[in-house]
């Protein structure tokens, strides 16, 4: 492995919200709840209205499970 490879940054891993209910076993109704109520972990949102794509960082996804005591 060269210097080079060393100093590439790690891609970041994004989560659907399909993915992210069953790893956390909540439905995706609830993750849209807690997206309207400004609660649970933080999100991504690609595009606009209806069509929009919601993605989770799994990075925020385990600092948020990590805080949070119900996790």
Same mark, same amino acid.
């Given at each position: 492995m060269s210097d080079g490879d060393d100093r590439k940054a790690k891609l970041p891993v994004f989560l659907e919200p399909v993915e992210l209910s069953g790893m956390i076993k909540v439905s995706e109704r609830t993750l849209e709840n807690w997206r309207l109520?400004?609660?649970?972990? #933080?999100?991504? /949102?690609?595009? %606009?209205?209806g069509c929009?794509?919601?993605?989770?960082?799994?990075? #925020?996804?385990? /600092?948020?499970? %990590?805080?949070?005591?119900?996790?």
């Open positions: 109520q400004k609660k649970g972990p #933080e999100y991504i /949102r690609l595009g %606009k209205g929009a794509k919601v993605l989770y960082s799994l990075d #925020e996804v385990l /600092r948020w499970m %990590k805080e949070d005591g119900n996790r």
